[in-house]
Each structure stands twice: as structure tokens, then as C-alpha cells.
């Protein structure tokens, strides 16, 4: 479904942010891209929706396709009506409007029925949000502005769910109920999942492949159990030490699960 291959991704001409990427979202799978802080999570999920140029970013050299279009150059509004919906770092809510104002923004490319459905469907979703379609979206909890973040993004109707770190700042508890409302999503919808996340213990519950990303440059990559079951991922990523033995990133480069792509 998304294809992306050996993207090299720049800032300003010059900060190479990402190196060399190639990753593979198949439909109906949820696939998490984990990687520790700078690793170019972000500029990949930018790089699928548009938003790069708004930051002086650009691929400048491999491709990045979906449903075997290309995206690139594509503005983020055309790329939401292919199909696809991010839920950025942070959240970005319009704080100063109502919840229900915020859900509309993210509807704005269906009818009227569609949107009235989706809403429905949000609220059957994360039913937290039913007597708070009011309330100004600044003022919910950390979890409830998430909800509304992740409602936002299925009110365009996407077939590709993109989120950047949805369990960021957020007590455990609220992200285990988001969590299990993603795999309901995936389960009951079929929604294809692309999820960044530091949390690699979560993601790799949730999810079905994995890629490590570090320094601009897959590292790993594999279905979810063998990532959890790779020593160094273990011990760098899950924090086991299985049996005192300590890891490093180069010790997993030559035990990479599956070359999936020609070099
Ligand atoms: N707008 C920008 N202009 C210049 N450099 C940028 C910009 N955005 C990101 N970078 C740089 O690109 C690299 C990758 O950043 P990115 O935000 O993609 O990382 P990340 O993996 O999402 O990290 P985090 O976990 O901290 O969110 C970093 O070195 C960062 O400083
Ligand atoms: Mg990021």
C-alpha cells in the first residue's frame, strides 16, 4: 500500500535528516517504526503527507509511493484525499475551539452524511468523548485531546492511518485504552496502521512488522515477535538484559530478520 524506497531526506539543502529508508505498509497490516530522538521518524511521516516543503524539507533522491502513485510534491491536501491521515507529534489541536469544531476540521473533505457518520463512529470508538463534543478542546486531559486528535484524522475517512508517538506525555493507563483503540481499529475496520512510537514495548504489542530506525538508516527490521525476540532489541529497546549480556546497534545490523529490497 505506502511504498517507500531508499528515501534521502534534507532540511535547508543540507542536514541530511534521513539517509537511506526503504519500508513497506501492506494493507490491513500495523506496522511501527521505532527509533530513539532524531532518528527522522517525523521527516518520514512528513515526507508521506506533504508536509516537508512547509519546512524547507525534501527526498531528494528514491520514491515514495502509495497504491503504486507517487506522493511526492503532492500538497497535504491532496495526499489526505488519497487516503491518508496523520495524527502529528503533539497533536495539534485547534485548543481554542470546541472538540466538535475540531472533529469538523478533519471532515472537511466529506459530505455532510459521511461526516455525521464518522462522528458516530468516533464517538462509538472513544465514547469518553460523547458529553464533551462542547468543551473547548485545550481544556481536555492529555488522553482526551489524543482521542480527539485520533478522531480528527479518521474523520477524513483514511485507509492509511499514519500516528507520531500517540503515547507521548500520557499516563499508562490512557495508553493501553488508546492502544486497544487502534487494534479495534485494525481488527473491526481493517484499517492499515503506521505508528511511530519510542515506546517499543507497546508498539510491538500492537503492531505486526517492525523497523528500527536509527540515524536515518533502518537498522532492523522484521515481523513484531521476531523484533521482541531479538536479543539486541531486547536490550536496547525492552530494557531485559537476558542474562547480563550487554548489546550495541552493530550487533543487530548483521542479524537484520528479512533483506526484503535489491541493494
Ligand atoms: N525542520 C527542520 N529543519 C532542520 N532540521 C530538522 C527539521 N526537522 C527535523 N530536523 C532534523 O532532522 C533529524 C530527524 O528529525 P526527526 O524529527 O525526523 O526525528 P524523530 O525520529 O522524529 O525524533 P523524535 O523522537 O525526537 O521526535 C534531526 O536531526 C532533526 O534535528
Ligand atoms: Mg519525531
Not at 512547509?54 to 509511493?65: I, M, P, Y
Not at 475517512?157 to 485494525?186: N, Q
Not at 532489541?233 to 549480556?245: E, H, K, N, P, Q
Amino acid at each position: 500500500m505506502l511504498q517507500i524506497r531508499n528515501a534521502r531526506i534534507l532540511y535547508g539543502r543540507a542536514i541530511e535528516a534521513v539517509r537511506d529508508v526503504s519500508l513497506d505498509v501492506a494493507r490491513g497490516r500495523v506496522v511501527a517504526l521505532l527509533g530513539t530522538n532524531g532518528a527522522g521518524k517525523s521527516t518520514i511521516l512528513k515526507a508521506v503527507t506533504g508536509l516537508l516543503a512547509s519546512e524547507d524539507g525534501e527526498v531528494v533522491s528514491g520514491s515514495v509511493t502509495f497504491e503504486g502513485q507517487s506522493l511526492l510534491g503532492q500538497r497535504p491536501d491532496a495526499v489526505m484525499r488519497h487516503g491518508i491521515a496523520l495524527v502529528p507529534e503533539g497533536r495539534r489541536l485547534f485548543t481554542k475551539l470546541t472538540v466538535r469544531d475540531n472533529l469538523v476540521m478533519g471532515g472537511f473533505i466529506r459530505s455532510r452524511g459521511d461526516f455525521s457518520a464518522g462522528l458516530d463512529s468516533v464517538i462509538a470508538l472513544f465514547p469518553a468523548l460523547a458529553n464533551k463534543l462542547d468543551r473547548t478542546a485545550g481544556f481536555l486531559s492529555g488522553g482526551e485531546q489524543q482521542m480527539v486528535a485520533i478522531g480528527r484524522a479518521l474523520l477524513s475517512g483514511p485507509r492509511l492511518l499514519m500516528l507520531d508517538e500517540p503515547s507521548l506525555g500520557l499516563a499508562p493507563l490512557i495508553v493501553e485504552e488508546i492502544f486497544a483503540s487502534l487494534r479495534r481499529l485494525r481488527d473491526e475496520r481493517g484499517l492499515t496502521i503506521l505508528v511511530i512510537e519510542q515506546n517499543a514495548r507497546l508498539a510491538l504489542s500492537l503492531a505486526d512488522d517492525g523497523y528500527i530506525l536509527e540515524n536515518g538508516r533502518i537498522m532492523l527490521d522484521g515481523t513484531a515477535a521476531e523484533l521482541a525476540a531479538n536479543p539486541v532489541i531486547r536490550s536496547l529497546y525492552l530494557g531485559m538484559t537476558d542474562g547480563g549480556t550487554r548489546h550495541n546497534l552493530r550487533d543487530a545490523a548483521p542479524m537484520r530478520q528479512r533483506v526484503r529490497w535489491p541493494a
